[in-house]
């Protein structure tokens, strides 16, 4: 970032952008969004190398109309039309038009305020991008009198995507790809449980597996859009960084998949004791036909069998992958050899290596959440995991939490690991009323070996590999929306105003406003050392 003298604006470099913002911050602009913006340009691009040229229906338009393009035609394919939906300062659509070069036919960079075009429309000039049509309008008109045209759509809003997702599932074209962040996961994590039910039709679940259950309810309010229109989804890549969760998801046309769809979408029941989870599908789907039949359920009883407490209900959620797992290695491919140009290549580099060997199976258990239920220490994570892969059980990282045990394994044997823990480390078993107690005092069912398994440590944890990066700068995380941030560095403010005061003096202040009951017993010798008034 360089800024001159006078009333000059800041200039900006991102990727291979350039943007000019005000100081007086008129457009919204978060520096935390890099990495949102490097991976996006990096799906892209894969995208368009990996599925977009495979496509037939687009391989053989091309054949028609390569030869009225403009782009090198060693190409061989038609590029790609892009809407940003939400452009503000147009940084993400410049970089679209500088990074990926002759795969873009046209960008259409939109957004609905008056001052953002104007900002838009400097950056585009600044940065001499001829393939940028700037637009005014309401983000979900414009999409909802494009139908079927784009082949990309990019929605990054500040907060919720939910009033965007009905027409952004019919602007894309059939087997398009389209792009979603939701920033307002303090709702999808479960702390605003009505808000989440009623933007995104889904109950929330505040466990340590928040997170990745936030990715699972976006994807699946996305499908149950998509399967409005006989459309459905296939996650290409979902991810949660930062304060926000974002997914990349190709939506195609098939009624008759569209008729399968419930078996894709699960309840989730997870204990208030022991918060052992179970999933229940909303449908069942018999492979090789066309049948769908209502989810036989509840899969647990009325109480847990492990602690004696009732579930609580979340979900429904998306039950299936959230990754194409051969997508997600070619991007790491594209990102590791021509992303060196990229300001977040390192911490991609890492996460997607997590999300390539990340297992299926939803959610999963966090060790430290699962050894303060018995009160016991926290096991060592190798070993764990080495108790799940010698039962012949799968184990994995999720990239959502450095913490995480993602498995296969059933709840019962879960536990069972963790009494056995309990039992080599004699933890005290507390009374039978208490929720440890219960656990502890349950007979084991499986038999646990704790030998050190050899893939217990993955690969990847064994390297030099950027997976989980500490916050770069103090207060990273969302800004305030545009026109109402505050100047960051032109507070004039003294440093011993900006100074708080120690809790000690605030609590001395206020404490000697109230009289020393022990004084007026005559049993206090503190003098003026007390807290409290001797007056």
């Not at 990074?99 to 939109?110: D, R, W």
């Not at 929605?155 to 027409?167: E, K, Q, R, S």
């Not at 959620?317 to 140009?341: K, P, T």
């Amino acid at each position: 970032m360089s800024n001159t003298s006078g009333n000059s604006p800041v200039i900006i470099k991102e990727g291979k952008a350039e943007i000019l913002f005000s100081t007086e911050n008129e457009v919204f602009y978060n520096k935390v969004q890099e990495l949102n913006r490097d991976l996006s340009t990096a799906t892209i691009s894969t995208f368009f190398s990996h599925v977009h040229s495979t496509d037939p229906k687009i391989v053989k338009k091309s054949m028609k109309l390569l030869n009225q393009q403009d782009c090198d035609k060693d190409v061989g394919i038609l590029p790609l039309l892009i809407l940003e939906a939400l452009g503000a300062t147009g940084l993400r659509s410049i970089r679209f038009s500088k990074e990926l070069g002759c795969k873009v036919q046209k960008i259409v960079c939109n957004d609905m305020s008056v001052d953002a075009v104007q900002a838009m429309k400097r950056n585009i000039s600044h940065n001499a991008c001829e393939n940028i049509e700037p637009s005014i309008s309401d983000a979900t008109l414009l999409m909802c009198q494009n139908k079927g045209y784009f082949d990309v759509v990019d929605i990054d809003p500040y907060g919720t995507p939910a009033m965007f997702l009905d027409t952004a599932v019919q602007a894309v074209r059939n087997g398009g790809l389209l792009c979603i962040t939701a920033t307002d996961l303090s709702v999808l994590a479960g702390n605003h449980i009505q808000a989440c039910y009623g933007k995104y039709g889904a109950m929330p679940l505040k466990r340590p597996y928040c997170h990745e259950f936030a990715l699972r309810i976006l994807l699946s309010c996305i499908d149950n859009h998509a399967n409005r229109y006989s459309r459905y989804i296939k996650p290409l890549l979902s991810y949660k960084a930062d304060f926000y969760v974002r997914v990349f998801v190709q939506v195609i046309q098939s009624q008759g998949e569209v008729q399968k769809t419930s078996s894709r979408r699960s309840f989730v029941y997870d204990c208030v004791g022991c918060h052992a989870f179970h999933l229940q599908k909303v449908g069942n789907h018999r492979a090789g036909t066309q049948h769908v039949s209502p989810g036989r359920g509840p899969p647990v009883d009325r109480t847990c069998t492990e602690c004696g407490n009732e579930f609580y209900v979340g979900g429904p959620i998306w039950s299936e992958s959230m990754h194409d797992r051969a997508f997600v290695r070619q991007l790491s491919e594209f990102v590791s050899n021509e992303g060196s140009y990229l300001g977040t290549a390192k911490r991609l580099q890492g996460m997607l290596t997590i999300i390539e060997n990340e297992l299926d199976d939803p959610l999963f258990y966090e060790l430290s959440s699962l050894s303060k239920t018995v009160h016991s220490t926290c096991p060592p994570t190798a070993i764990f995991r080495s108790a799940l892969l010698n039962a012949g059980f799968k184990v994995s990282q999720s990239h959502v939490h450095p913490k995480s045990v993602k498995t296969n394994a059933p709840p019962s044997f879960v536990w069972d690991v963790m009494r056995q823990w309990c039992r080599d480390q004699e933890v005290k078993i507390r009374e039978e009323s208490t929720v440890e107690g219960r656990i502890l005092r349950k007979d084991m069912k499986h038999g646990v070996s704790f030998e050190k398994h050899q893939e217990a440590v993955f690969a990847y944890e064994q390297g030099s590999l950027l997976r989980f990066a500490p916050n770069p700068e103090p207060n990273w995380g969302p800004k305030a929306r545009a026109g109402k941030r505050k100047p960051e560095k032109s507070d004039s403010i003294s440093d011993d105003k900006k100074k708080p005061k120690k809790k000690e003096d605030a609590c001395r202040i206020d404490l000697k406003k109230f009289k020393c009951k022990r004084y007026e017993e005559e049993n206090c010798d503190l003098g003026d050392s007390c807290r409290y008034s001797h007056f």
